[in-house]
Nanobody, 115 residues
C-alpha cells in the first residue's frame, strides 16, 4: 500500500530556507521518478521538481537555482531543499511519482513565506 508523508514546512521570512522531507512506503521510491508538487491558493497544482531513479533532476523555471531535490532510496525518502524563498513560493507542498502521480496523495506540508 502506497503511503506518502510530507513534513518540514513552516513559516519563514523571504530569503530564508526550508528543507522538506517525504517518507514513501509501498515500495514506490526505488522504481519511480519522484517529484515535488505544490498548490498555491487559487492556483492549479504545479510540478516544481523531479528526480529520476538515477538521480537526474529537473526544475520548473521559477525555482531553478533556488530549490534542490534529492533522494535516499535506502531510507525511502525524498527531500526538497528550498533556499532564497520568495512570497510566491507559499503553497502546500506534496510529493508523488512524476511526471504522472499516483492516486495516493499525502496531506502535504504548508510552506508560508512572509515578505
Amino acid at each position: 500500500q502506497v503511503q506518502l508523508v510530507e513534513s518540514g514546512g513552516g513559516l519563514v521570512q523571504a530569503g530564508g530556507s526550508l528543507r522538506l522531507s517525504c517518507a514513501a512506503s509501498g515500495n514506490i521510491l526505488s522504481m519511480n521518478s519522484m517529484g515535488w508538487y505544490r498548490r498555491a491558493p487559487g492556483k492549479e497544482r504545479e510540478l516544481v521538481a523531479v528526480i529520476s531513479v538515477g538521480g537526474n533532476t529537473d526544475y520548473v523555471d521559477s525555482v531553478k537555482g533556488r530549490f534542490t531535490i534529492s533522494r535516499d532510496n535506502a531510507r525511502e525518502t525524498v527531500y526538497l531543499q528550498m533556499d532564497t524563498l520568495k512570497a510566491e513560493d507559499t503553497a502546500v507542498y506534496y510529493c508523488n511519482t512524476a511526471p504522472r502521480p499516483t492516486p495516493y496523495w499525502g496531506q502535504g506540508t504548508q510552506v508560508t513565506v512572509s515578505s
